[in-house]
């Protein structure tokens, strides 16, 4: 039920101003924003939408607050503000604009598509004034009593070497889910229900990444062809839970009930990362809507050009300026907020070389970058880069500080490429470039300031693309259900078809198919650096061939989970049991989560090294080896000699991991002592379901390797 206030006029504050936002306190709530403006008044709208404006007549270094009394949490608000509309010096007051609170900790409502909530009328020019009232078209803010108990909630503070992404879409993850009660499929208390935990526990991930769940609204173009922004990549609240994927309600129920999901997932013992946009607003570049920057302080809140444009390094119509304090300061502290009064373990920030950015460069050392580093707060936090905006020189992959882990889009190209591109059709390029991907990609992250392996999160898929299956399903994009008329998604992929376009009954093509998700699934668990999954990427979920369902919320972008029954699930189910069995492999073996680049350096006075290539006829590459684009047959001996003890005394195995990329079948003659006296077989991906041979196999002997396969192989202690 929504309080009532009874003095509709702001009671100073104390001399210093108070924290941003709307703060509930004994008999009333105080309310702070950052404006430019000259003046600011707090917008109240009770049951039957009815405003009442108040004045704010504090000011205190560019914030301006106020006391109400009577006002308590559930009431929603907005702010108006008066000041100069002057494009053509970066000033788009207008007071006509219902704006949000930037530090709202909840956000009812969204977008109507109406020009009404743009900044300027459709056909007239970008600079002249639309005095038309936003308010019935734009979403509100909510007052929020941030009290929830945690009982004994502890951060699971998985290591990074231990770590297992699994990135979701927490609407997509549960909406088909049948053990879930309907009520909550698609919702924050889904995601937390018991039956997703077991999934996930059973899988063996230990850190479930969301897309974006920060406030956001679709773009106004979406919304009049009949789409949404389903990803989430349009941010209007940078403290607000989205509202939408909550099951009890949006008056500021949506805050706890997301705190009750990272409350489950911690007592399972999962991290939580989001997937947060502070790159962009969703207001957009000239034509947009104004929702709140714009309207608060324009020049404060963007990059500028020639006064009246944005500078758009995002892609997305403008691009936040962290080189201003206050904006600096919105985005620390949301991050602040998320950590420590959500409870969050980390982020991935999408286009971040966007906020490190200096008068035009991407800087280091910059400011955001500095900041982070020295706060003991987000320093603590788990911190992914997706290292690339569309800018000049935004292309950073490497360049980011000790602290930092970032999305390795190399490994992604090179493991394709070496499964399901040039070299699938016998035009390949060697498998020098996977050499590197696999062990670390050490000539990217060895400079980088004393970085090691583990500053890649190492990827095949991610919710930008084709799913795994369609990677190996179709080689052409199918993208006309978006309604950009195929335009868009990247139409270069490096996927393969296995020999139809498809879906097919043909019985060869998807064996083939099924093998192939097994190679990628294994070649993304045994390589050192840190492992991503994508949700129902282990169960085999297709988009039809979409690449860029960004703007689909239907079965199509849903996690399917019909595969738990009926004969047309099997290959699914044991797909699956492959994914399971690839994560423990990852888990039992040290040697596939090393911290430290290889040097191939002796690590015993045999000569056994750290690591060691070999050749299909089991001895050590030589250097030109490497330059041969025609070989498919390599072997990767990984030494556990010099690893730490468990604790039951035992040292780590040894594992030489064997590839062959190409169509046919190879022998491979296995390394001879002092590598190893005899090997046992644990995983071969021409297995339809995985099973270890029995038996051992002597070293110096030949082993056979199937087309397009995988087989690791542990050293006999």
């Not at 947009?288 to 309207?295: K, S």
């Not at 978006?482 to 490096?494: A, K, L, T, V, Y």
């Not at 099973?691 to 542990?714: I, K, N």
């Amino acid at each position: 039920m929504q309080p009532t206030y009874a003095v509709p006029t702001a009671r100073a504050t104390a001399p210093h101003a108070p924290p941003l936002g709307a703060t509930v306190e004994a008999g009333g709530t105080t309310f702070a924003v950052h404006s430019g403006g000259e003046a600011v008044e707090l917008c109240l709208f009770d049951e039957s939408g009815d405003e009442t404006r108040v004045p704010l007549t504090d000011r205190t270094n560019g914030i301006w607050h106020g006391h109400l009394p009577g006002v308590g949490a559930g009431q929603r608000y907005g702010f108006r503000v008066r000041g100069p509309w002057d494009p053509w010096h970066g000033h788009r007051y207008n007071a006509a604009k219902l704006l949000l609170d930037p530090y709202a900790r909840a956000v009812e409502g969204t977008l109507v598509a109406d020009d009404a909530v743009l900044g300027h009328r459709a056909g007239h020019d970008e600079t002249e004034r639309d005095d038309t009232d936003s308010a019935p078209f734009v979403p509100r803010s909510v007052v929020v009593d941030d009290r929830f108990d945690w009982g004994d909630d502890r951060r699971p503070e998985v290591p990074w070497a231990r770590t297992v992404v699994y990135e979701a879409h927490v609407r997509g993850l549960t909406r088909t889910h049948p053990d879930v009660p309907p009520e909550l499929r698609g919702t924050y208390a889904g995601l937390a229900h018991p039956a997703v935990l077991a999934h996930l526990l059973d899988l063996g991930v230990t850190t479930v990444e969301l897309l974006p769940v920060q406030q956001s609204v679709p773009e106004l173009a979406l919304l009049r062809r009949g789409r949404t922004n389903y990803w989430g990549y349009n941010t209007v609240g940078f403290f607000a839970p989205h509202a939408a994927y909550a099951a009890t309600g949006s008056r500021g129920e949506q805050v706890a009930e997301f705190k009750a999901m990272v409350r489950a997932l911690h007592t399972a013992g999962l991290e939580v990362l989001l997937d947060v946009v502070y790159n962009h607003t969703a207001e957009g570049g000239v034509d947009g809507p104004t929702l709140a920057w714009r309207g608060l302080d324009n020049r404060a809140a963007y990059r500028l050009r020639q006064g009246r444009l944005y500078t758009d390094v995002t892609g997305c119509g403008n691009t936040l300026d962290l080189r201003h304090p206050a904006t600096l300061r919105m985005v620390t502290d949301s991050l602040r907020y998320w950590l420590q009064e959500m409870h969050v373990d980390g982020f991935r920030f999408d286009l971040a070389p966007a906020l490190a950015r200096g008068t035009d460069a991407f800087e280091s050392a910059g400011t955001f970058l500095s900041v982070v580093a020295q706060d003991p707060v987000l320093a603590r936090a788990k911190l992914v880069a997706e290292p690339w905006d569309v800018g000049p020189g935004g292309y950073q992959l490497g360049h980011f500080p000790a602290g930092w882990a970032e999305w390795n889009d190399r490994y992604r190209d090179a493991v394709r490429e070496a499964w399901l591109g040039d070299n699938a059709r016998h035009q390949g390029s060697g498998l020098r470039d996977l050499a590197y991907r696999i062990s670390g990609s050490s000539d990217v992250f060895e400079d980088g300031g004393g970085r090691g392996p583990l500053a890649s999160v190492n990827f095949v898929t991610a919710h930008d693309g084709f799913t795994l299956h369609d990677l190996v399903t179709y080689e052409q994009k199918r993208n006309e259900a978006n309604g950009e008329h195929n335009r868009d998604g990247s139409g270069h992929n490096r996927g393969w078809n296995c020999g139809a376009e498809g879906p097919t009954d043909d019985v060869a093509v998807l064996a083939v198919r099924r093998r192939m998700l097994r190679n990628l699934l294994a070649t993304l668990l045994t390589s050192t650096g840190v492992p991503m999954l994508t949700a129902g990427d282990e169960t085999g979920r297709t988009q039809r061939g979409n690449n860029n369902g960004y703007c689909l919320d239907d079965e199509s972008t849903w996690v399917d989970w019909s595969w738990r029954h009926g004969p047309d699930g099997a290959w699914r189910r044991d797909l699956l049991a492959w994914t399971r069995a690839l994560v423990a492999l990852r888990a039992e073996h040290p040697v596939l989560r090393q911290g430290d680049f290889f040097d191939g350096r002796p690590v015993h006075e045999d000569g056994r090294k750290d690591l060691a290539w070999f050749a299909p006829d089991g001895h050590e590459m030589a250097d030109v080896g490497w330059f041969d684009h025609d070989r498919r047959v390599l072997g990767l001996y990984l030494s556990g000699v010099d690893l730490p003890r468990d604790r039951g005394g035992r040292a780590p195995t040894s594992l030489l991991v064997l590839l062959n990329t190409g169509p046919a079948p190879s022998s491979f003659v296995l390394p001879a002592v002092p590598w190893a006296t005899t090997y046992v077989a644990l995983l071969d991906t021409t297995d339809e379901v995985p099973r270890a041979a029995a038996g051992h196999l002597p070293a110096g002997g030949p082993t056979a390797l199937g087309p397009m396969s995988m087989r690791v192989l542990a050293v006999d202690p």
